[in-house]
């Protein structure tokens, strides 16, 4: 079971990237994190089924995740990005039936990481 990340970059300030995150299996919930060294991981967006979305206040507006059902896949559209948005971005994912919230406290599947730079 693995997840796999794709799409990481670099960038100007202003631009725009798009991040991939293919699942071997299907689960109930998704999750975008990212990581700056030496700081705490920030969830940033998360998906339960494909239509309920949540986001942290640091990329609403800016950040649209969504999930193709189908291949399994999630993706992350990042526009407006910014040089604090620079971190290694991690997608996560988990199933926990009966639980229609888009964020979960805890994810068992983890990706590699994929690393996003924003210059100004």
């Known amino acids: 079971v693995q997840l796999v990340e794709s799409g990481g970059g670099s960038v100007q300030a202003g631009g725009s990237l798009s991040l991939s995150c293919a699942a071997s299996?299907?689960?109930?919930?998704m999750s975008w994190f990212r990581q700056v060294p030496g700081k705490e991981r920030e969830r940033i967006a998360c998906i339960f089924s494909s239509t309920v979305r949540q986001y942290g206040a640091s990329v609403t507006g800016r950040f649209t995740i969504s999930k193709d059902s189908g291949k399994n896949t999630l993706y992350l559209q990042m526009n407006s990005l910014k040089p604090e948005d620079t971190a290694v971005y991690y997608c996560a994912a988990a199933t926990k039936l009966n639980y229609y919230s888009a964020c979960l406290d805890d994810y068992y599947l983890w990706g590699q990481g994929t690393q996003v730079t924003v210059s100004s």
């Open positions: 299996i299907s689960t109930t919930h």
